[in-house]
T-cell receptor
Framework: KAGVTQTPRYLIKTRGQQVTLSCSPI?????VSWYQQTPGQGLQFLFE???????NKGNFPGRFSGRQFSNSRSEMNVSTLELGDSALYLC?????????????FGQGTRLTVV | LAKTTQPISMDSYEGQEVNITCSHN???????ITWYQQFPSQGPRFIIQ???TKVTNEVASLFIPADRKSSTLSLPRVSLSDTAVYYC????????????FGGGTRVLVKP
């Protein structure tokens, strides 16, 4: 079956703009999590959505937001972009049940803020 | 969430066995241990997961001692394509899909 699909793969934005990233999970998966990866901070958890509700949230400012639709697809939005937001943004999907369910990651969206 | 400590890097040669040990002294009763592999510019890929004793699948083995304060990922007969960063994670059963990644171990397999 198809894996996790993230669009777009690459994006260049200007400081102050906003951006929306999309993630389509594996069919049947109800949980989608988002991560930011930078050389300096590594992989950091942003938030998780399960059945259209935010279930977990990391330590990121309110400029980072997300949502999940009824078909489990998820979007992540970053407003008022800063140079430090340049990163690889990854989403992961899983069945969502508690207790060690395997997470499947997409290829990521490479965001560059200039 | 329990913090994990693992070596920053390791070198190996093709055909050798690679063992990466992860320390998680503060692991809680409800925590399980998971390992992921990541290649450059790709998302992490699940390798193996366990709670106690030994778990084996087609790509790796995971050894967890009785006190569960550490775990060892064993990659048998590595090849050049196993060059990657390997992450040890400890997460609660109730954590859902919230994964906390540490710095990982950069494994370089040489010919």
């Amino acid at each position: 079956k198809a894996g996790v699909t993230q669009t777009p793969r690459y994006l260049i934005k200007t400081r102050g703009q906003q951006v929306t990233l999309s993630c389509s999970p594996i069919s049947g998966h109800r949980s989608v999590s988002w991560y930011q990866q930078t050389p300096g901070q590594g992989l950091q958890f942003l938030f998780e959505y399960f059945s259209e509700t935010q279930r977990n949230k990391g330590n990121f400012p309110g400029r980072f937001s997300g949502r999940q639709f009824s078909n489990s697809r998820s979007e992540m939005n970053v407003s008022t972009l800063e140079l430090g937001d340049s990163a690889l943004y990854l989403c992961a999907s899983s069945l969502g049940g508690q207790g060690g369910t395997e997470a499947f990651f997409g290829q990521g969206t490479r965001l560059t803020v200039v | 969430l329990a913090k994990t400590t693992q070596p920053i890097s390791m070198d190996s040669y093709e055909g050798q066995e690679v063992n990466i040990t992860c320390s998680h002294n503060n692991i809680a009763t409800n925590d399980y241990i998971t390992w992921y592999q990541q290649f450059p510019s790709q998302g992490p890929r699940f390798i193996i997961q366990g709670y106690k004793t030994k778990v084996t699948n087609e790509v790796a083995s995971l050894f967890i001692p009785a006190d569960r304060k550490s775990s060892t990922l064993s990659l048998p007969r590595v090849s050049l394509s196993d060059t990657a960063v390997y992450y040890c994670l400890v997460a609660s059963w109730a954590a859902g899909n919230k994964l906390t990644f540490g710095g990982g171990t950069r494994v370089l397999v040489k010919p």
